[in-house]
């Protein structure tokens, strides 16, 4: 029997790729820092019957009108904003992404980001390895206090609740907007719904998990950071693009926030010589959210696990255009 054919868009450990090789005619694009171009990703897809994508893969009706086999696209991210939904549901191709396993990784991510921006550790840490730790001084390097603050925390989803337990830990004020009222957070963490405007005033750490949607892109302008208390911290872990990134950098030079910790761009990835890069307030990272072996591999495992729900004809656990209702056989 012809084994149905995959093909990688990235570098993959060979433990996921032996799994793979089972069942599947596999074929992997071997770097591991740079993207599969886009002409061979067209060329590909057409012999494909199924893709395991990231992120920086974009799916679209071009991509999908080449893709006469396709029957999944099997995307290593809980986000699947770079695929054109309607589209692989017009080309009856299923979509699948890989939540909950990276639920409290990123939520460690996101609250380590947060730690991290208001102790200043990026910058302590170079002061000693740039030689510069001449003595002990009163107020070198003091951040502020994250413990009985309020966050704020934009997109109550799987991984802002799980950053609201963690804030629960540190005896935080928890407030939260999000489409629409989580009662376990209200319940079990005290968290408190507000309308966005009142979260910016009253937040001392902003932080933003909501996904990138047509209704989110370009949330966050100037006059939302104008809003914020001129000592609020703002932290993005979720898409660059839901932040309108001149303002958050006109924010950060004016003095309106004090600081930022981003893990997303608008651009990925930043150019070295972006201007938010030159800032001493910035703790820049290059998207690790999920980035932990455990977490990788469980999202690589899920991948797979959706590949072979397909091809045994059952449906895939982390369908994601449930609107497909039947599969091509
Ligand atoms: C990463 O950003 C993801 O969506 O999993």
């Known amino acids: 029997m012809v084994k149905p054919y995959v093909y990688v868009t990235r570098k993959l450990p060979d433990i996921i790729i032996s799994r793979l090789r089972k069942r599947y005619e596999v074929e992997i694009w071997p770097e591991e820092e740079i993207p599969v171009p886009r002409k061979l990703l067209l060329e590909k897809v057409k012999t494909a019957d199924a893709l395991i994508s990231v992120i920086s893969d974009k799916l679209d009706e071009e991509l999908f009108s080449h893709a006469t086999q396709l029957r999944v696209a099997a995307n290593m991210a809980v986000g699947y904003d770079n ?17 909950d396993v990276l639920t409290d990784t990123t939520a460690d991510l996101t609250f380590a980001l947060l730690l991290a921006t208001a102790r200043r550790m990026i910058e302590a840490a170079d002061f000693v390895k740039q030689n ?6 009163p107020m070198q390097l003091v951040g502020v206090d994250v413990h009985h603050k309020t966050i704020g925390i934009v997109g109550m989803g799987k991984i802002g609740t799980a950053v609201a337990k963690r ?5 935080m004020d928890i407030i939260y907007h999000n489409r629409s009222r989580h009662e376990v957070a209200e319940e079990m963490l005290g968290a408190r719904y507000c309308t966005f405007d009142e979260l910016l005033e009253q937040a001392d750490f902003v932080i933003c998990l909501a996904p990138l949607t047509e209704q989110t892109k370009g949330l966050f302008q100037r006059e939302h950071f104008q809003k914020m208390k001129k000592d609020a911290i703002f932290i993005n872990a979720s ?19 004090a600081a930022a910790g981003l893990d997303v761009f608008e651009q990925e990835p930043i150019a070295a010589n972006h201007p938010l890069l030159a800032l001493d307030n910035i703790v820049a990272l ?5 980035a932990t072996k455990e977490t990788r591999l469980a999202m690589m495992e899920v991948c797979c696990d959706n590949l072979d729900a397909i091809f045994d004809g059952r449906p895939p656990k982390t369908l994601v255009n449930k609107d497909l209702l039947s599969f091509r056989s």
Do not use: M, Y
């Open 239 to 257: 898409r660059g693009p839901i932040i309108n990134e001149r303002a958050l950098l006109e924010a950060l030079q004016a003095g309106e926030i």
């Open 167 to 171: 804030a629960a830990g540190f005896d």
């Open 83 to 99: 695929i054109d939904l309607a589209a692989a549901s017009r080309h009856q191709i299923a979509v699948c992404n890989t939540p």
């Open 286 to 290: 290059p998207h690790i959210g999920s």
């Open 132 to 137: 510069q730790w001449k003595s002990w001084s």
